[in-house]
């Protein structure tokens, strides 16, 4: 589960890829220590050779769900399921990468949860893959959005969570981006970084609240 994110140097998180021909930022988002779904952040995806950074809804529900109101609005799926027939098509024209710093994931029971912030253990941007309807705008906000794909954790996170997004190295975020649709799924099970590439802490509660911001809120919480 991915439910709450830290994008808190935009700049930063976009120069690994400053080595596209062609790259059109037209991205308007501030830094954030506290994205929230809902909220429209920066996605990066291709259209034709060129690469693209576009403000995009946290959140996706195909327009025709929408109108019929049979499937909720995604934030997070399985990487299990994104060959199904609901993804396809995001597969193969809605590739994407949602870069972060961090994300937040919460433990203990309901009325006592403590978040946690989780991150590269070597500091280096995490780059998320994720699949987005980049076609012309549709009426319903949720049918132009975006959802990160995600896979278990493989035990090592499992203290945290038992799934984590599936994040990928600068050079494998570019390749997921260009690949051939066949491949994709495949190529995500082999590359996505494993457990060992992650640290975490724990963060103080504030960051529940998603109108907070600043840098206080991915501090480790004070032993």
């Known amino acids: 589960m991915c439910g709450r994110l830290d994008q808190n140097d ?9 080595w596209a021909e062609e790259i059109t930022i037209r991205s308007e988002a501030e830094n954030s220590y506290n994205v929230a779904p809902g909220s429209y952040r920066p996605v990066m995806h291709v259209d034709g050779d060129a690469l693209f950074v576009d403000d995009m809804h ?7 769900a929408e109108a019929s109101g049979k499937i909720s609005v995604t934030i997070n ?11 396809s098509h995001l597969l193969k024209r809605g590739r994407a990468i949602v870069p972060a710093a961090g994300w937040y994931e919460w433990t203990g029971e309901k009325g006592a949860r403590q978040p946690w912030h989780l991150h590269r253990a070597d500091g280096a941007p995490i780059y998320m893959a994720a699949l987005a309807n980049v ?6 906000k949720s049918a ?3 959802t990160i794909v995600t ?31 066949g491949q994709a799924e495949q190529f995500l099970r082999a590359v996505a970084l ?6 975490w802490h724990k963060v103080d509660r504030a960051v529940g609240n998603v109108r907070n911001q600043g840098p206080q809120l991915a501090m480790p919480l004070a032993a």
């Open 10 to 18: 935009i700049p930063r998180l976009l120069a690994d890829f400053a």
């Open 58 to 64: 946290w959140g996706y529900r195909s327009a025709w």
């Open 77 to 87: 799926t399985r990487l299990e399921k994104i060959g199904n027939r609901y993804w």
């Open 135 to 140: 076609a012309p705008a549709s009426e319903f």
């Open 144 to 146: 132009n959005g975006y």
């Open 151 to 181: 896979a278990d954790a493989e035990g090592g996170l499992v203290d945290v969570h038992d799934r984590r997004p599936v994040v990928l190295s600068a050079e494998d975020a570019a390749l997921w981006l260009d690949l051939p649709a």
């Open 194 to 199: 494993g457990p060992q590439s992650f640290d």
